[in-house]
């Protein structure tokens, strides 16, 4: 997988248009999964763009509905 298809949590939440800690509460409610995981409370996340595109596509019908 090219690293280039990784987003950080700074961009996944940019691109979703939520704030990062908005993202983190998504995560650990299982509505989107992080590709990567650094240790420890502060571990870093990464996001597959792929994973992304789908949520933000969700998240739009979402709020058509």
């Known amino acids: 997988m090219p690293n280039a ?8 939440a940019r691109e979703l248009n939520v704030h990062r800690s908005t ?11 992080s590709a990567v995981r650094g240790e420890g409370i502060r571990g870093g996340m990464f996001f597959r763009a792929s994973e ?4 933000k596509s ?8």
């Open 5 to 12: 298809e990784l987003l950080t949590t700074a961009q996944a």
């Open 23 to 33: 993202l983190t509460r998504m995560v650990q409610d299982g509505k989107i999964k």
């Open 52 to 55: 992304i595109r789908r949520a």
């Open 58 to 65: 969700r998240m739009q019908s979402e709020r058509a509905a």
